[in-house]
C-alpha cells in the first residue's frame, strides 16, 4: 500500500487523464485542485514527507480554509504525463493557520510549485466552500478549444454566454441551472485574476476566462469534470451549427427553457431569460 494505492488520488489522477484525452490540456495548459477531507488526510499521512518543504506566502487569505489540505497539479506539469509519475506532476499541500501560505508535504519530487494559478483556485475554494456549506472540493482549469473560440465571437457577458450554452443543448438547463459567469481578458496567474474570477463564482459554479479557458468548481470529481464536459460540448455544438454558414434558424425558446426547468425540479436564473 503506498500513496498511489489510495482511492482519492487514483480519482485524481483518473481526471487529469480523462482531461488530457478529451483535449483541453496541450502542454502544461490547465491545472486541478482537490481539498481532501479530514479521513483522506489522515490515510495519506504516512507517507508525507518527513520533512515539509518552507512555508510559502500566496499573497492571498481565505480564513476557512486554514489547516486544509490540498492535492493540486505543478506549475508548468503536463496533463499527460499525471498518469506516467504522478509524484513528479502533483503535490499536496498543507495550508496554515493563518490561511495565507502553503507548504508542500508530498510530492513533485523533482522540484517545483503548485499551479500558477494557485491563488485563483485557493481564493476560489474558499468562496465556493462559503457558498456551497462546505459541499465544494474540487476547482478545475481547462482549455478547451470551443468554448474559448466563442469568447471570440459572442458578447463577453453572462447573460449572453449563459443563453447561448443552455440553448445549444437541452441537458445544460439542468445541468447549470445557475448559468455562467465570464471574466474578461486578463493577465493569468495572480491575485488580479483570483479575485475577478471569485466575484463570479460567488454566483456561478462555473466561470469563462475570456480568450483562455473555462474555471469550474463541484463537490466530486465526476460532477466537476462532467460540468466541464457539458459545458465544452454544448459550445462544440454551437460552434458546429454556425459552422454550416447559414446562422441559427431555429433553437430552443425561452419558455421551452421554464418548461425543462420545471419539469426538471430546477431554478434557471430568471434574469438570463426573455
Ligand atoms: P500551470 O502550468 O502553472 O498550471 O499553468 C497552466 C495554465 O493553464 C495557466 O492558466
Ligand atoms: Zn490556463
Given at each position: 500500500?503506498?500513496?498511489?494505492?489510495?482511492?482519492?488520488?487514483?480519482?485524481?489522477?483518473?481526471?487529469?487523464?480523462?482531461?488530457?484525452?478529451?483535449?483541453?490540456?496541450?502542454?502544461?495548459?490547465?491545472?486541478?485542485?482537490?481539498?481532501?477531507?479530514?479521513e483522506e488526510v489522515e490515510q495519506m499521512r504516512p507517507f508525507f514527507d518527513a520533512q515539509p518543504r518552507p512555508w510559502v506566502n500566496m499573497g492571498v487569505t481565505g480564513?476557512?480554509?486554514?489547516?486544509?489540505?490540498?492535492?493540486?497539479?505543478?506549475?508548468?506539469?503536463?496533463?499527460?504525463?499525471?498518469?506516467?509519475?504522478?509524484?513528479?506532476?502533483?503535490?499536496?499541500?498543507?495550508?496554515?493557520?493563518?490561511?495565507?501560505s502553503y507548504r508542500i508535504v508530498w510530492g513533485l519530487k523533482n522540484g517545483g510549485r503548485p499551479t500558477s494559478e494557485f491563488p485563483s483556485h485557493f481564493m476560489n475554494h474558499s468562496v465556493r466552500v462559503a457558498a456551497t456549506n462546505g459541499a465544494c472540493r474540487v476547482i478545475y482549469h481547462a482549455h478547451p478549444a470551443n468554448v474559448i473560440a466563442l469568447t471570440y465571437v459572442l458578447e463577453l457577458t453572462d447573460r449572453e454566454f449563459s443563453r447561448v450554452l443552455w440553448k445549444s443543448a437541452t441537458e445544460c438547463p439542468v445541468v447549470f441551472p445557475g448559468g455562467?459567469?465570464?471574466?474578461?481578458?486578463?493577465?493569468?496567474?495572480?491575485?488580479?485574476?483570483?479575485l475577478a474570477t471569485c466575484e463570479k463564482m460567488k454566483k456561478y459554479e462555473a466561470a469563462i476566462w475570456a480568450h483562455h479557458g473555462l474555471f469550474v468548481s463541484g463537490p466530486d470529481?465526476?460532477?466537476?469534470?462532467?460540468?466541464?464536459?457539458?459545458?465544452?460540448?454544448?459550445?462544440?455544438?454551437?460552434?458546429?451549427?454556425?459552422?454550416?454558414?447559414?446562422?441559427?434558424?431555429?433553437?430552443?425558446?425561452?419558455?421551452?427553457?421554464?418548461?425543462?426547468?420545471?419539469?426538471?425540479?430546477?431554478?434557471?436564473r430568471e434574469e438570463f431569460l426573455d
Open positions: 500500500m503506498g500513496m498511489l494505492d489510495i482511492s482519492v488520488m487514483k480519482r485524481y489522477i483518473r481526471m487529469a487523464d480523462d482531461g488530457w484525452h478529451q483535449g483541453w490540456h496541450e502542454r502544461n495548459g490547465g491545472n486541478v485542485t482537490y481539498r481532501l477531507t479530514k480564513a476557512n480554509l486554514a489547516g486544509e489540505y490540498f492535492i493540486s497539479t505543478g506549475s508548468g506539469k503536463f496533463f499527460r504525463n499525471v498518469i506516467l509519475d504522478p509524484e513528479d506532476s502533483l503535490c499536496i499541500v498543507e495550508i496554515n493557520e493563518a490561511g495565507d455562467v459567469g465570464v471574466v474578461p481578458w486578463m493577465v493569468p496567474g495572480g491575485a488580479d485574476i483570483a470529481f465526476d460532477t466537476t469534470f462532467g460540468l466541464m464536459h457539458t459545458i465544452e460540448k454544448s459550445a462544440q455544438i454551437y460552434v458546429l451549427a454556425m459552422s454550416c454558414g447559414q446562422g441559427i434558424r431555429q433553437t430552443i425558446k425561452d419558455d421551452e427553457l421554464r418548461a425543462i426547468a420545471k419539469e426538471f425540479g430546477v431554478q434557471l
